[in-house]
């Protein structure tokens, strides 16, 4: 058989189409959408070889629109638990002895599958099932998972390539095995490219995996499947359930072939997680790897000499897109009394302008929140700042849930630096603001820094370069990605490496060579080539 050390292709971030009026895309995403629509879907479980049904059939429905069904997915128990890690340990093998270039053809054909024949799809699948608008469903589903397969690839080769240097008469070899037993993903309902890349990262480098997804992203995590299916992957390296989190997690954290978590979630979540793999560590096989990726309190901070329209845009942008449902968004803002009215003013008639409803309707902004867990959360936090006396709402404060999970972008202003929303993640579209004096910027520094305990992304605007640099070297244990004079979310694949650390995470880098790391096992082989013969040195030696 032909051998051969084989470059990738060089990859190139997914161009983002526009879906402006009369465009081929937006013509295909309608069809699409009204197509899938008018389906009802029985969504299996993949198990091994086996697509599982059950008799226990939960309901899909669009967020916007909660009365209609989009189908049913099959919940699993206990057992699926255990047939799929069976199934991901009996794969093992066979998918870690494959050649990588076979692994890695796999994944960049699932990615031109996504910029294909199944980007509508995707796509349509985050409209219907997550209420995201065609724009957020783009960078998300489509180009955000199509960079993440890419650039992976192109990360494991780079892996693949560092090696050590051999002195004379020795070959020093560094061999990257995957890690020894099973990997469990759990994925969230905010990006369908978090829940592919998830469960793809680790299975690139030769692992395989046990994955659920959030119950609310399964409709999507299902078409994911399908294109891995279409791409080639074969059977038992990714198992996908439908699980309770704790009956997954009680039989995957007792497992003695539980090698690593990857996650996606709440912050308190992974804690639990986190402690009980350190309960049960004597367990297992091996030091499991835990990777995950949590919550946020995400800032912006203006300094005096910031534009005040960039601001405004800077803070809509952040808060609202995607109703605020994402680690990154912004949630907390500092500005200066300097430039509050103007900035103000813009954010205002911003508002205006942008119209809440269902993502089918393309003129829509801002969509439903994910479900009626949210929403109630997310309101009831508005009710609580309606009846403060130490903040109030300058815009939005509205919700509705009659026939989807709709609720005003909203806009909070304090004067309290600590008032409840200032440090308490809301995950949904509401930010509140905090006005200070201009020349007290450091001391507005020090309470970004010090207000939560959450570091994932943050922004500054400013026109001085003294004071970027002064917030940057402030901030900087404050946000794992900290950005200059735009939004604190939109984090690019191979140009903005994602994650946080403190509460927010591991900071283990999605969209970098650094989360592929994480997934490996070195193993340091030297090979001597004239062995000794004999165990003297030359130092014994008197004469």
Not at 8 to 22: L, R
Request: proline fraction near 6%.
């Amino acid at each position: 058989m032909p051998k051969g050390i084989y470059p990738v292709p060089t990859p190139v971030n997914e161009p983002i189409k526009s879906y402006k009026a009369g465009s081929p895309e937006k013509i295909a995403l309608k069809a699409a959408v009204a197509q899938m629509r008018s389906e009802e879907l029985d969504v299996p479980m993949y198990i091994g070889a086996e697509k599982v049904t059950t008799d226990d059939k939960v309901r899909m429905a669009p967020p916007y629109d909660h009365q209609h069904t989009l189908g049913y997915f099959n919940r699993g128990d206990a057992d699926h638990v255990e047939q799929a890690i069976n199934a991901a340990l009996g794969a093992k093998d066979a998918w870690q002895s494959l050649s990588w270039e076979h692994r890695a053809s796999i994944f960049l054909k699932a990615a031109d599958l996504l910029a294909g024949p199944y980007r509508a799809k995707i796509n349509a699948a985050t409209m219907l099932g997550q209420s995201k608008n065609a724009f957020q469903a783009e960078i998300d589903s489509a180009c955000e998972l199509i960079d993440f397969l890419r650039f992976n690839v192109h990360f494991m080769t780079q892996i693949y390539s560092q090696q050590p240097i051999s002195s004379p008469g020795m070959w020093n070899r560094l061999e990257y095995r995957p890690l020894e037993g099973f990997i469990f993903a759990i994925t969230p309902f905010n990006f369908t490219a978090i829940a592919g890349n998830l469960s793809a990262a680790p299975a690139m480098m030769g692992n395989t995996i046990v994955w659920k997804p959030a119950d609310t992203q399964i409709y999507s995590a299902q078409v994911i499947m399908e294109v891995f299916k279409e791409a080639g992957l074969p059977d038992g390296v990714i198992n996908l359930i439908y699980t309770d989190g704790p009956v997954a997690g009680d039989v995957v954290f007792n497992h003695r072939d539980f090698a690593g978590l990857h996650f996606t979630g709440s912050t308190a979540v992974f804690q639990q997680l986190w402690k009980t793999i350190g309960e049960n560590v004597t367990k297992y096989r091996t030091y499991p790897r835990i990777v995950g990726e949590t919550g946020g309190k995400d800032f912006i901070i203006a300094h005096k000499s910031a534009n005040p329209k960039a601001v405004a845009t800077g803070i809509v942008r952040g808060a609202f897109e995607f109703q605020g449902q994402k680690c990154s968004a912004a949630s907390r803002a500092y500005i200066p009394q300097n430039i509050w009215d103007e900035t103000k003013a813009k954010v205002l008639s911003d508002l205006d302008t942008i119209t809440v409803g269902s993502p089918e309707d393309f003129t829509n902004f801002v969509n439903a929140v994910i479900d009626e867990r949210a929403f109630d959360k997310i309101s009831g936090y508005i009710d609580k700042i309606k009846a403060s006396d130490h903040a109030e709402i300058i815009a939005g404060g509205g919700y509705d849930k009659s026939k989807g999970y709709f609720i005003e972008p909203t806009v909070v202003v304090t004067k309290d630096p600590m008032f409840l929303t200032m440090c308490e993640e809301i995950f949904g579209p509401v930010i509140t603001i905090y006005v200070y004096h201009p020349e007290h910027f450091e001391e507005a520094l020090e309470l970004v820094d010090k207000t939560s305990d959450y570091a994932l992304t943050g922004a500054i605007f400013s026109d001085d370069r003294y004071a970027i640099e002064l917030a940057t070297k402030k901030l900087q244990n404050a946000a794992g990605n900290f950005y200059i004079n735009d939004k604190p979310t939109g984090a690019v694949v191979g140009q903005q490496p994602f994650g946080g650390a403190r509460g927010s995470g591991t900071n283990d880098k999605a969209g970098s060579v650094l989360n592929l790391l994480r997934w490996v096992s070195p193993r340091t082989i030297k090979e001597t080539f004239d062995a000794p013969h004999d165990y003297r040195y030359p130092f014994l030696e008197e004469k």
